[in-house]
């Protein structure tokens, strides 16, 4: 089982930048790759970033240029954490970002969600 817990959301004027955090623990090791979503309210969540194993990123067309996501793995390997470096920021970034791992098998985890929230 992993468990994924996400710090860092909150409220940023246009142009801003925050750094959200996503620090799993439990089965990492079998952590195939891990992302961010957001949602908003009336859509469905969407991939904002994603990173695999061997570091390799993709992001959405909206965040290319402005958004990285990044990984970090604690020395004795009982945790790992997911940034995302989120500058420029914009209104329309507004929306809960949820943490995402896919295990080798193919099992999918969530984070609680945070919020984030862009005024102009």
């Known amino acids: 089982q992993v468990q994924l817990v996400e710090s860092g959301g909150g409220l940023v004027q246009a142009g801003g930048s925050l750094r959200l955090s996503c620090a799993a623990s439990?089965?990492?090791?079998?952590?195939?790759?891990m992302g961010w979503y957001r949602q908003t309210p009336g859509k469905q969540r969407e991939l904002v970033a994603v990173?695999?194993?061997?570091?390799?990123?993709?992001?959405?067309?909206s965040v290319k240029g402005r958004f990285t996501i990044s990984r970090d793995t604690a020395r004795d390997n009982a945790r790992k954490t997911v940034y995302l470096q989120m500058n420029s920021l914009k209104p329309e970034d507004t929306a809960v970002y949820y943490c995402n791992a896919v295990t080798l098998i193919g099992t999918i985890h969530w984070g609680q969600g945070t919020q984030v929230t862009v005024s102009s």
């Open positions: 439990g089965s990492i090791s079998a952590i195939n790759f």
């Open positions: 990173i695999t194993s061997a570091g390799n990123t993709n992001y959405a067309d």
